[in-house]
C-alpha cells in the first residue's frame, strides 16, 4: 500500500467514515491514477477535469460520477490540502425523467372504465385540475 493510500485511509478514519466509504473513495482514487497512469500527488485540477470528462464520455452513472467527485474532493481537500480550490470539482446532476402522459383515448377508456358515477367525475375532477399522484384528497 502506497503512504498517500494509508494516509487517505487514516483521514477518513478519523472522520468517522464508514468502511464502504473508506473502501469506495479509495477505489474511485485508484481508477483516477490508473487513468492517468501517475500519482495523485502529481496531479492537479484539469486533470480531475479530464478525468471527469472521461466519465461522462463512458457513459458512467451519476452516483459514480459523484462518488468519484467526492473521493477527489476529499484526497485533494483533506489528505493532500491541494493550494487550488478543490470546492470548485462540479458534482454531476441527476437526470431527470419526463414523466408518463396518458393519450387522450387512454383518458377516455380511463374514465369510462369507472362503473360508479361518483368515481367518474372524482377521475373527471383529478384529470381537469392536472392533479398529481402524490396530491392526496381529504
Keep these: ?15 468517522n467514515r464508514s468502511p464502504r466509504t473508506i473502501t469506495c473513495y ?14 495523485p500527488e502529481l ?9 471527469q470528462k472521461h466519465l461522462l464520455d463512458k457513459g458512467a452513472s451519476w ?6 467527485v467526492c473521493a477527489l ?4 481537500g483533506v489528505t ?9 470539482i462540479p458534482y454531476g446532476r441527476k437526470p431527470r425523467k419526463l ?6 383515448d387512454e383518458v377516455v377508456r380511463l374514465i369510462a372504465a369507472a362503473d360508479h358515477p ?15 399522484i402524490t396530491e392526496h384528497w381529504h
Excluded: C
Excluded at 479509495?26 to 500519482?39: C, D, E, N, P, Y
Excluded at 474532493?73 to 485533494?76: D, G, M, Q
Excluded at 414523466?99 to 387522450?104: A, D, F, G, I, K
Design 1 to 15: 500500500m502506497t503512504p498517500l493510500r494509508q494516509r487517505m485511509i487514516d483521514d477518513l478514519k478519523l472522520r
Design 26 to 39: 479509495t477505489s474511485m482514487v485508484a481508477r483516477f491514477a490508473r487513468f492517468h497512469g501517475r500519482s
Design 43 to 51: 496531479l492537479g485540477p484539469e486533470d480531475v477535469r479530464a478525468y
Design 63 to 68: 452516483p459514480v460520477f459523484n462518488q468519484t
Design 73 to 76: 474532493k476529499f484526497l485533494y
Design 80 to 88: 493532500l490540502r491541494s493550494p487550488w480550490p478543490v470546492d470548485q
Design 99 to 104: 414523466p408518463v402522459v396518458l393519450s387522450q
Design 118 to 132: 361518483m368515481y367518474r367525475v372524482a377521475l373527471l375532477a383529478a384529470y381537469a385540475a392536472g392533479l398529481r
